[in-house]
């Protein structure tokens, strides 16, 4: 099975602050990356398809690199909205088609 | 408008088995890959296994094998998911989600959740 480890499985920032979330994969899985974000008491929501294609309707200061093993999620001016635990998922090689461990942003 | 409908909330005795639902509308239900994800609480997010509801093609996580079945009734574009003897360890709750699957794969809509409490 393909592992995903996300850093920092926790992060403090503010308003306005620029924030980047690491996703690494155990294998290569090409751009086979997606990015949700959850909310508490809310199902995921897509941010992010193939490693850096912006699902419709996400904000544009959501943005998403990388391929092979190692991935970036970046929030380039973090607004309250934002606050959330952040998840990526490898759909390269299934099953099972793997979730990170979460990265909750909170606010400092 | 696409949606994926849970059913509601279930609390259950350990041993009892039970089947939860997930209906799509607004697309193809036949066309696109239904997927199952568990969240116990607190916790983040674990793939349980796939439904192609066109030919019934399942796949699972290895972690879920044996555990749970998933099946679809694409006459009524309705997917489940069910245990035959709950634990109290799958008090969680669990969403469906459609699998939008072409040269790039995502889960771009989900259901709101179905909370399953298991206790005696």
């Known amino acids: 099975d393909i592992q995903l480890t996300q850093s920092p499985s926790f992060l403090s920032a503010s308003v306005g602050d620029r924030v980047t979330i690491t996703c690494r994969a155990s294998?290569?899985?090409?751009?086979?990356l997606a990015w949700y974000q959850q909310k508490p008491g809310k199902a995921p929501k897509l941010l992010i398809y193939?490693?850096?294609t912006l699902q419709s309707g996400v904000p544009s200061r959501f943005s998403g690199s990388g391929s092979g093993t190692e991935f970036t999620l970046t929030i380039s001016s973090l607004q309250p909205e934002d606050f959330a635990t952040y998840y990526c998922q490898q759909l390269n090689s299934y099953p099972p088609l793997t979730f990170g461990g979460g990265t909750k942003v909170e606010i400092k | 408008e696409v949606q994926l409908v849970q059913s509601g909330a279930e609390v259950k005795k350990p041993g009892e088995s039970l089947k939860i639902s997930c209906k799509g509308s607004?697309?193809?239900?036949?066309?696109?890959?239904i997927g199952w994800v568990r969240q116990m609480p607190g916790k983040g997010l674990e793939w349980m296994g796939i439904?192609?509801?066109?030919?019934?093609?399942?796949r699972y996580s290895p972690s879920f094998q044996g555990q749970v079945t998933i099946s679809a009734d694409k006459s009524i574009s309705t997917a489940y998911l069910q245990w035959s003897s709950l634990k109290a360890s799958d008090t969680a709750m669990y969403y469906c989600a459609r699998m939008y699957s072409s040269k790039v794969k995502y889960f771009d809509y989900w259901g709101q959740g179905t909370l399953v409490t298991v206790s005696s």
């Open positions: 294998q290569g899985i090409s751009s086979y």
């Open positions: 607004g697309y193809s239900f036949t066309s696109y890959w």
């Open positions: 439904i192609y509801p066109g030919d019934s093609d399942t």
């Open positions: 193939a490693a850096s």
